[in-house]
Structures are given as C-alpha cells and as structure tokens.
C-alpha cells in the first residue's frame, strides 16, 4: 500500500528549439489506496504524466515518489508499477494464461506460485474461463479483463490504467466501468486513471485533477468538481448535458441590480449572495446546470418568462431548450415529461443557490470561497 | 412533393452474411423516421438500399407507390447528408450551398441558383453567412451548410448516416436539439440512422429498431420506450440499462421475485393476458423505478450488497448484488455508498414490464404476421 506524490513535476519538450510545457509544475498526493482520475482533453498533458509516473517518459523536473522512495532514477521494471494500456499490447501467439504470467516465468518464479497466482487474479477479474484462450478470441471487454489482470499480477504498488475504457463500446463500456470500480474497492491499490471522459473520471475516481494544457485546474472529488468548479473551464468539462454558460451585463433597476443577457431576452436579479461581488456595467458569465433549472406553472418574483425553442422527450427525462443567443442555447433537463411544443410560453427559475458566475477575463469563480483548490 | 416510402421483404446478402433479412416498412410522406440499431445491424446496408447503392436481392421498393428497385441512384432525387458534412473547405457557403444545382445533371442559371441558394439558407437560417468561409463556421453552422446543400435539390428524400455521432457527448446535446428545431422547417421525407437512442426518442416520429439484419419493432418513441417489443428493444433504449428478473408464477396466479420476499399480486391486466399453463415470467424494470432504503420497510423489501457506486453527476448508478445478479438503480449522488454496504430495494410492480415466451412483451402494441408485415395492434 502506497501513497503516490507528484511534486513539482515538469516536462518540457522542445520542437523547433521552441520549448512546449506539457506539464507544468503539478503537484499531486494520492492517498493510501485511492482511486484518481487524471481527467483532461486530448493534449492536456495527462498521457504525458502517466508516462512519466511509469518511467518510459524522464521527468524534466521534480520528483515522483511512492511513499517515501523517490522513484525519478529508478527504471520501470524497478518501479513497482503495474501499467494497462489502451490498446491492450498482448502477445497474440500465447494463451492468456500465458499472457498473464509471462512476466513471472521471465523472472523464473516457481511453476506452483505462478500457477496459484494466475488462479487468484483470474478469479478477481472473473476471467477463469478464458486462461486456455488465445488474445484474438476474446471480446473487447475480456480483452481488457486479462489486460489489468496482467497489470495487477505484479502486485504493484500504484497501477496505472490508461484510457481503459475508450476502445470499448456502450453497453460493455459501462459493465466495464462498473467492474472496475467494483474491482479497486476489493483490491484497494493506489490507482491512477487517464481518461478524457468525464463520465468515466466522475464514475470510477475518489478525486480528479482536472488538466488543462499541461497545468492542473482543480483536484477533487466527484461532488466537489461538479458543485463546486473553481473556474468555468471546469465548469463547462464536467457535467452531461453541459452547464448552461452564457454571458450577462449587470444593470440597476428600481434599487435592485439586475443580470440581462446580451440581447436581454433575460433578465433576473442579483442573488443576494452575489450582490457585493458584481459591480456595476460589468460583463459576467452566468453558468446554470440544466438540472437547477425549473419550470413553474404558479407566479414567482424571480421567476422568467421565455418561450420553449425545442422540446425532447427522452423516456427517462425531458429537456427544453430555449435560444438564448445565436449558436447558444439553455437546456433544462427535467424528470417530468410536459406537454410543451415549440413556441409555448413557459415560466422558468433558476435555483439560486446552485448558480455559477465567473469572471470573463481569467474565467474564475467569483465568490470563490469554500472550494479547497489548487489554481495556478 | 408528397414521398412515401415502401419497403417489402427486402433482404440483402454479402456472401454468405444476411445483411438484411425480409424487411418491410413504410415511411410516410414528410415522416422523420429513425432507422435504430447497434453496429452492424445492417442499419447503413438499408439506407443504401433505398440510396440506389445496393440492389437487393430480394423484395421491392416503391416510391409513392411506384417500384422503383431498378431506378438509377441519381435518378431517385434521394439526398443523402453525411457524417462529416463533406463540405467544400476553400468555398463559401453561397457556393457550397450552390454546388449541386452547377453540377453537370442540372446545370441552373444564375438567377435560379441565387433564387434558390437564398430559400434554402432562410429556411435554415443561415442566410446571413452566405458570404462566411466554411472554415469560419461552428459546428452547427457547418451541419445547416451540409443540410443546405442536400435542402437545394428539392430532394423528395432524405438520408441522414449518423450526421452528429462523431462529435462528443456535450456537442451532441447541442446539435440535437439544432436538429430538432431545423427538422420542423424541412418538410421532407427524411430517413435517419443512428444508433444513439436518445436521438431515435428525440427526433424520430416513427423508430424502426434493427438488429442483425431484421426488425425489431418499429413504432413511436412513445411505443419503444413504455411498450418495447421485447428485451432487446428494451434495454437499447434507456441508461442505465433496464433489469430483467426471472420471476415465478405461483398456482394462484402471483409473482414471486425473490425467495425471501412476500409473494406479490400480478397488477390484473397482466394477468389477463397471462397464458394459464405460465409458471414464469421475466420482469423488465428500469432503474429509477427501484426504491431503495437503509432499513427494511416491509415485506416486498430485499437486502442486497453495493457493488458499484458510481456518481455522474447530481445521479449515480448504483450497482447491487443480489444472489449473484447485478441490479442497477439510479439514485442521488450524494448518497456516497461504500462496498458491501447494506441496502434494501423494492421493485415498483406497477411500472414493470412483463416479457413472456421468447422475451416478447406481453403489452407489444408490435406484431408481425407470418410474412414478418406489421399488424397494429389497437
């Protein structure tokens, strides 16, 4: 059982002489048996990362450690890490059985504990049927069963899972998601996941960092990063259907302040809480989960008038979507199925307390307070 | 232009793989119909054969009623959209939205093309880009394009593949619901294939589900989702998926899910259409119709251990074992489960589904005759 650090983690790259920062002083400390996502979109660094905590990728600067062993130095195979590729990489003439223990007849350990070993991990992953098979037999799912499997028989320290889901398709990549959570709650090793799904990230993890170009936005648990983002780049990432984010000027109107939108097809007041943080004449972007929006049929103070652009009824939920700008749209999503065709007049209010404003030049939370975050 | 669309016993083959095995179907004129399926239903073989791309090798194809099989692709006035648009980057989208009418088949005047060009871009709302470059475009502005240049023809027909499957969830959501608000202005034929179900609910009128080359059900999205055909049906559409259960049926006619809970009455109207000699019955219920609780509540209430939690967001799925199954239910995230936790969880009876013989609902408003043609059931 380890703690994983990153401290200070830089890697530089240099095209052109140019030089590229593709990760950017990253400090990271897993706990005991965590389970981290490093979350992020392509080329943010967090492949890169990964690679450097396996060692098949040098540290520029800072330091990785396990625990208390600085571990920068060390080759991989003395690392004490256990790596599940995306793309699986199994040698495909050899059984599975094979492909799993090909690393312990390598280091000529006993035939009896090999053997014992293989049983016990495939009895964990639930793939005791296939160790006679050959790689090309299986299925996507079984595939990346006999990969972690492989991962795991080293008893590694940390293991490392990199986009292990991203080659397996709907129904199989949420089983799979499910028997991996289930997997490191029974297994309880220092776990670190690349993934460039927040789905996936939000699912699986204890806490996410969140990267954005090489440089860490927030790190946090599920909870905190989709109630609490710290900056609206975290905010747009995280959540499906994505947070409504649109721009608004605040504006003073008989003694109360007023946000508009930019064609003020809406306008609402200032909730008290924001009150002493907007000033005047300013430009803010507004952000609302489609879920914090609701439709009430009785008169409210705060409520808004609107008209519905385009109606959905999904079986499980319904969603509305109101034009709000060219090219922007705000979605509500509700449980309720309603009546509503395109045109209808409906009364919306957004909950206050689940509102989001940021500043539109750095992107970050205002009224920032309780959220415990790292921003550069 | 009035465009209905038949489709009798039209099977396909590749070699020895049946791609297509006795379709038929009716697309009715102005219907946006949903062609649904997971990969490899043989969903895109269709659309080709109502393209002109393939020919079948057996069944017919009419078009208002007229066969058609042997009509020439370019002489069908089919329009197909494509996954990624296929613009023309360097052009302007007056003139990406002008190339088909310049192409040598039609060959329009300027005026006719400008005429034109302009009724198609007001209609998509669009026509205030006309002078834009493509690559100066956002993604939704780049599908009205794609749509705009197909809408140009006055096709009687069109064939969208997947237009919006490669774009990522968030785009997804967004581009729908564009789709959604074009789609009502269109008034055309359109035949649409994906295997998204929440753009088959969201946007067909009509949904015909394809797997391995045959037909599932077609209906409204209403009928798939609350009446699907069978298990299939069912658990392609909502997520997470639907929990199937085999129950037992005991001699005077209630339903036993679990050994350890009370024996439960069957709701009548599933009793009535309950065959006399059935000792079991598999029970379809989604997963937010799953009430859980810390405590035992009653007697329908069973204990159960957490596999899985997981959180998307303000829901999480939470996975339970049960005698070695997994049941799925959707709860609110804030619930923050651990492993092997106890939970007790009631089935909702009231809003299950009941799959007989063959996994076929017995509430399927979908049945097919001998000759695998649709009968409606009132």
């Avoid at chain 2, 090798?57 to 009419?62: A, R």
Wanted: proline fraction near 4%.
């Amino acid at each position: 059982m380890a703690k994983l650090i990153l401290d200070n983690l830089h890697k530089t790259y240099y095209k052109n002489k140019e030089p590229i920062h593709a990760v950017s002083d990253l400090n990271i400390e897993t706990n005991d048996g965590e389970f981290v996502a490093l979350l992020g979109p392509s080329g943010c660094g967090k492949s890169t990362t990964l690679r450097m905590i396996a060692g098949l990728e040098g540290v520029t600067s800072g330091n990785i450690r396990i625990g208390d062993h600085k571990i920068n130095d060390l080759h991989p195979k003395d690392r004490n890490i256990g790596l599940a590729f995306e793309n699986y990489a199994m040698y495909p003439p050899l059984s599975v059985y094979e492909n799993i223990s090909f690393n312990m007849r390598a280091k000529n350990v006993p035939r009896q504990k090999i053997k014992k070993q293989v049983e016990k991990i495939s009895d964990l992953l639930d793939i005791k049927d296939l160790l006679h098979m050959n790689p090309s037999a299986l299925s996507g799912g079984q595939k990346q069963r006999v990969n972690i499997a492989r991962a795991l028989i080293r008893r590694p320290e940390v293991l490392l899972l990199d986009e292990p889901l991203s080659h397996l398709d709907g129904k199989v990549r949420h089983k799979m998601r499910t028997e991996i959570k289930h997997l490191h709650n029974e297994i309880k090793c220092t776990t670190i996941i690349v993934t460039h799904d927040q789905l996936e990230a939000m699912a699986l993890a204890d806490r996410i960092a969140i990267i954005k170009d090489g440089v860490l936005q927030q790190f946090g648990t599920p909870l905190e990063v989709f109630n609490h983002p710290v900056n609206e780049f975290v905010a747009g990432f995280i959540g499906e259907p994505p947070m409504n984010i649109f721009s608004v000027f605040t504006k003073f109107k008989d003694g109360n302040i007023y946000f508009t939108s930019k064609n003020e097809k809406l306008q609402f007041k200032v909730p008290d809480k924001y009150v002493e943080f907007v000033q005047e004449g300013k430009e803010y972007h507004f952000g609302i989960r489609p879920t914090d929006i609701s439709v009430i049929t009785d008169d409210h103070p705060d409520s808004i008038d609107t008209n519905v652009t385009v109606f959905e009824n999904l079986g499980e939920e319904s969603r509305i979507h109101i034009k709000i700008e060219e090219d922007n749209i705000l979605s509500i999503v509700s449980e309720e199925i309603y009546p509503f065709d395109t045109g209808d007049h409906i009364k919306i209010k957004f909950d206050t307390d689940r509102i989001h404003i940021f500043d539109i030049e750095t992107g970050g939370r205002i009224e920032n307070t309780k959220v415990t975050a790292i921003l550069s | 232009m009035v465009a209905d669309i038949t489709l009798k016993s039209i099977s396909k083959k590749f070699k020895n793989n049946t791609a297509l095995a006795n379709i038929n179907l009716t697309v009715r004129d102005k219907e946006f119909f949903v062609i649904f399926g997971p990969a490899g239903a043989g969903k895109t073989t269709l659309l080709n054969v109502i393209a002109g791309l393939y020919l079948p090798e057996y069944g017919n194809l009419y078009l208002n009623g007229v066969y058609f099989n042997y009509v020439e692709p370019e002489d069908r006035n089919i329009a197909m959209v494509f996954e990624d648009y296929a613009l023309y980057p360097h052009f302007t989208v007056f003139e990406n939205i002008a190339s088909p009418l310049k192409s040598p088949k039609y060959k329009e005047s300027k005026a006719v093309i400008e005429k034109e060009v302009t009724r198609v871009a007001r209609i998509l709302k669009i026509d205030h880009l006309l002078e834009r470059n493509i690559s100066e475009l956002s993604n939704g502005q780049r599908q009205r394009v794609g749509l705009g240049r197909a809408l140009v023809r006055t096709p009687n027909v069109f064939l969208m593949d997947e237009p919006i499957t490669h774009l990522d969830a968030k785009l997804r959501h967004q581009m729908r619901a564009e789709l959604k608000e074009m789609q009502k202005n269109l008034d055309t034929t359109t035949i649409y294939v994906t295997h998204d179900y929440l753009e088959a609910l969201s946007l067909g009128d009509e949904i015909a589900i394809l797997n391995e080359g045959k037909i599932e059900q077609i209906g409204t999205p209403d009928d798939i989702y609350f009446y699907p055909h069978n298990e299939f049906v069912a658990s392609s559409f909502g997520e997470p998926e639907i929990n199937f259960f085999d129950a037992l049926v005991t001699d005077d006619k209630q339903l036993s899910i679990f050994e350890e809970a009370k024996i439960q009455d069957i709701p009548d109207i599933v009793k009535n259409k309950l065959d006399t000699s059935a000792r079991s019955i598999r029970v379809g219920i989604r997963p937010k119709d799953i009430k859980y609780s810390f405590v035992k509540e009653n007697d329908y209430s069973v204990e159960c251990s957490v596999y899985s939690f997981e959180p998307l967001g303000a829901k999480a799925v939470l996975t339970v074992e049960k005698n070695g199954n997994q049941i799925r239910l959707v709860v609110p995230s804030i619930l923050q489960m651990d492993m092997d936790q106890h939970v007790y969880i009631e089935l909702d009876i009231n809003k299950a589904m009941f799959f007989g013989p063959e996994k076929i609902n017995l509430f399927s408003k979908f049945l097919k005759d001998a000759k695998g043609e649709v009968i409606w059931q009132s």
